[in-house]
């Protein structure tokens, strides 16, 4: 008898960014003369810099050539791409990260949902929150978080994480030791980073337990300050308990254009001394095609000298916008986290407002367009995110708006 997947139909609601953008359609719909303005889902708003077009210009043109014409890609990455990762964002950062352990991907939201298909369905999950949806959904999809309660917004066999003020957005050490853990940083939502001491506090908390943490560096790029680690691998230790991930969708604007890897080092084995390194291959290589060839000339593109100031003139224009937001938020009398390291400010809502009914607020009354924090997870109840990633224009224009509320 067929039946759809049971995990499947676990999942409350829709994704949340489409919920958002069907109810930010159906808003346009009904006041077809009010501009809306989003500064809700992380898209960025920037062309690809001058050196990634030439880039891929090239690679079009190779690809018309009877000599130069790629088929498939090596379904782990393209050596230039891998070595060029390597060299830059491991070996100049003094992280000891081989490019056999570089996988390339066509992004991180798809790495960062996938990679819990190399482990065990009875392994157990801690997530900071808020949180990245996709990493508990993906959790539920593969039928390890158990039965949802509707009132608390939680999972059973979730373990959750609370990361507010009050712990400096840094997660406390959970009760019982979970197998996989999920740290975002600079995070997603809160645009709040953790610092080196902390993050060697959870390496050493991981290879202790013989948990293993998966550490989201889609936004590294987006660090100001000296005392944030920009790889997990800047740790100690984090080779036997950590995989990476990263996009060239935040830095470089590849949001459309798709590239992203992970690393997986080898030393990294679970308690029967399985390597992980090999399943992700062998998971690349029955379900993936590799990265077409044109996104990764692309990507090595990022690494050349242009291609990095390109990238640094990028991020300089998105984090204007997190001040601007910032500044702009805090002389209004709001509460605000985040902006500094990461292009996300976290605001208290007024009043004790709920997210979602400040959702409403906002998108009718200033036409902007933010996301609820309830929906990252329970403890962002109460907060709302805004995204640094649009024009100087809109930006500006939102918060103008925000103010006169
Ligand atoms: C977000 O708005 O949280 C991001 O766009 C998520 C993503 O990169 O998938």
């Known amino acids: 008898m067929l039946k759809a997947n049971p995990n499947y139909l676990k999942l409350p609601g829709s994704y949340l960014f489409s919920t958002i953008a069907k109810k930010v359609a159906a808003y346009k719909e009904a006041n077809p003369d009010r501009t809306v303005i989003s500064l809700g889902i992380g898209d960025v708003t920037q062309p690809l810099p001058p050196s990634v077009i030439k880039a891929l210009h090239g ?140 993050l060697q506090k959870w390496v050493d908390y991981a290879n202790e337990h013989k948990s293993v943490i998966i550490y989201d560096a889609a936004y590294e790029s987006y660090i100001s300050e000296e005392d944030v680690p920009h790889s997990v691998y800047e740790c100690d230790g984090a080779r036997t308990c950590a995989i990476e991930i990263h996009s060239f969708s935040k830095n470089a604007g590849f949001t459309g254009t798709r ?21 992700w291959a062998r998971r690349h290589g029955t379900k993936f095609n590799g990265a077409p060839y044109i996104q990764q000339k692309a990507g090595a593109a990022v690494y050349t000298a242009e291609g990095q100031a390109e990238i640094r003139t990028l991020v300089s224009y998105y984090m204007e916008n997190a001040k601007t937001i910032r500044d702009a938020l805090v002389s209004a009398g709001y509460t605000v986290y985040g902006g500094v390291n990461a292009p996300y400010i ?60």
Not at 177 to 192: K, M, R, V
Not at 261 to 279: E, F, I, M, N, S
Not at 375 to 397: D, I, K, M, V
């Open 259 to 279: 590239l992203g890897y992970t690393v997986v080092p080898r030393d990294l084995k679970d308690a029967d001394g399985v390597q992980l390194h090999g399943l």
């Open 59 to 198: 690679a079009v043109d190779e690809m018309a050539s009877k000599e130069a014409f790629k088929g498939y890609a090596p379904d782990l990455g393209y050596d230039f791409l891998r070595n060029a990762i390597a060299e830059n964002d491991y070996k100049k950062r003094g992280c000891d990260i081989a490019a056999d352990e570089i996988f390339v991907s066509d992004g991180a939201k798809s790495d960062s949902g996938n990679i819990q298909e190399i482990f065990d369905e009875g392994c157990r999950i801690a997530v900071c929150d808020p949180v990245y949806p996709v990493y508990v959904d993906s959790n539920v999809m593969a039928g390890r978080t158990g039965t949802y309660d509707e009132k608390t917004e939680r999972w059973s066999d979730v373990i959750y994480m609370p990361c507010t003020a009050d712990n400096n957005f840094v997660p406390d050490f959970p009760e019982e030791a979970p197998d996989i853990i999920y740290i975002c940083s600079p995070n997603n939502p809160t645009g709040t980073a953790m610092a080196k001491s902390d």
């Open 346 to 405: 976290w605001l208290k809502t007024p009043d004790g407002k709920k997210s979602w009914d400040f959702f409403d607020h906002m998108l009718e009354d200033a036409n902007v367009v933010g996301t609820p924090g309830s929906g990252f997870g329970p403890s962002g109840e109460g907060y709302f995110r805004l995204t640094a990633f649009g024009t100087h224009e809109n930006t500006a224009e939102a918060v103008a708006r925000i103010k006169r509320l």
